[in-house]
Structure formats: C-alpha cells, structure tokens
C-alpha cells in the first residue's frame, strides 16, 4: 500500500526564492496535516485540513506561508519568499476522519535548506 | 496547556530490554500514541493506546499506561541495533480534537 508521498524530498535554494512542497495523501484519508520539524522547536502543526477544507492554520508562522488542497489526493506548501529560518523537515500526514482518533501517517519529509 | 515530555536520551545493550517513559498532563487524553523515526525517514506508527487500557502487547512492544499518574511506556524486548531511533510520544484529547501533542522525544541507542 502506498503511504504518504512528498516532493520533493530534498529542496536547496537561496533566500528571496519561492519554494512549493507537495503531498499525496494516502487513498481515502480525508484529514491532511502539515507539520515543521527542527531542533529548536521540535514538531510543529502548521496547518491542518478536513475533507479538503483548511481547519486550523494557526500554526501557519506568517504570511509568507501559504498551503492548498485543491483536491483529495494533492496539498501544497508554498513558502514565498523564503528565508533562512525556514531551514527545516516539513512532513504531510494523513488520517481517516475528522476530529480523528484514528492515527496520522506520515510521509518521509522534505528537508529544506535555505541558503 | 497541554505538556507531553520525554527523556532524551537512553542506551542499552543488544539483547537487553528498552523501556521509553512518557508523561503528559492532558487527563482527557483519548489515545496515545508511539512513533518512530529512523535518520532521514518520517515517523513510523508503531503502536497506541486507548485511555481506557492499561496494557498492550504487540510482538517485542509492550505499552503500559498509568492514567492516574499519566504515565506512558513503550517496552521494548530484546532490543536490537534496528532499534535505534527517535521515539516520540503523542496524545490526543477528547471528541473534538484533531491535534496531536507531541513529546520532544527519547533517541535510543543500542549497542552491540
């Protein structure tokens, strides 16, 4: 069964560059969530959707963050314009259900440095 | 507001048993949960709870949960060099909630 799948899985780019992170949920989960993963912070939800609907996007840290569900089976983050301090591991997650006690599953992350 | 902490660190012997200790303070936690997470991978279900057991037992993973101290812990038998990761601890509140809160997480070591 295939899980969830994120591109790409490593981004290099300089600061003041646009950058789009993708994610294919798994097949009939219909609750996405965006996590930031760093040292400092640890695990962070950026922003969390349901049936394709953003829910919660106050983790989202400002407005140079923006994230899509256009459909059931693809969700973006895009960050524009970056910066260094956006250097981290975003990882998509996925579950069935909304206000789930169901799992989240994640994908393999996009590691992201800022130049 | 809702706090999950961990050790940071623990190491063992191959062949010994691990044993990762979680504690939280959400008393309406629902489920908890145990992931995993190799170097550069994303993290792994390995096993959860519902708030209503004591205990679960799923191969060499024992989970073992104290709800009036809020206490959590995943045991693992004999431990091999596989093992070693980052282990998170993640609860989750009553009907609701969708957010996980997630401890800072315990890295294992093991040593052969």
């Known amino acids: 069964d295939a899980g969830v799948i994120q591109s790409p899985r490593h981004e290099v780019t300089e600061m003041g560059q646009e950058v789009t992170l993708r994610c294919k949920p798994i097949s009939g989960h219909n609750s996405l969530f965006w996590y930031r993963q760093t040292m400092m912070r640890g695990l962070e939800l950026l922003i969390y959707?349901?049936?394709?609907?953003?829910?919660?996007d106050s983790g989202m840290p400002e407005d140079r963050f923006s994230a899509k569900m256009p459909n059931a089976s693809f969700s973006t983050l895009k960050i524009q314009p970056s910066e260094p301090r956006d250097s981290a591991v975003y990882f998509c997650?996925?579950?069935?259900?909304?206000?789930?006690?169901?799992?989240?599953?994640f994908g393999d992350g996009t590691r992201l440095s800022i130049l | 507001g809702e706090d999950v902490e961990q050790s940071l660190f623990l190491s063992v012997r191959e062949g010994d048993s691990s044993v990762i200790n979680c504690t939280y303070t959400?008393?309406?936690?629902?489920?908890l949960y145990w992931y995993k997470q190799e170097p550069g991978a994303g993290l792994q279900l390995l096993t959860y709870?519902?708030?209503?057991?004591d205990m679960k037992q799923d191969q060499r993973l024992t989970v073992l949960l104290n709800k009036k101290d809020k206490h959590l812990s995943l045991r693992i038998a004999d431990t091999q060099t596989g093992d070693s990761a980052i282990y998170f601890c993640a609860e989750i509140g009553g009907s609701g909630t969708y957010k996980y809160i997630f401890g800072t997480g315990t890295r294992l070591k093991v040593l052969a």
């Open positions: 959400d008393s309406s936690s629902t489920y």
């Open positions: 709870i519902f708030s209503n057991m």
């Open positions: 997650a996925s579950s069935f259900g909304e206000n789930s006690n169901q799992p989240q599953h």
């Open positions: 959707f349901n049936n394709n609907v953003p829910i919660d």
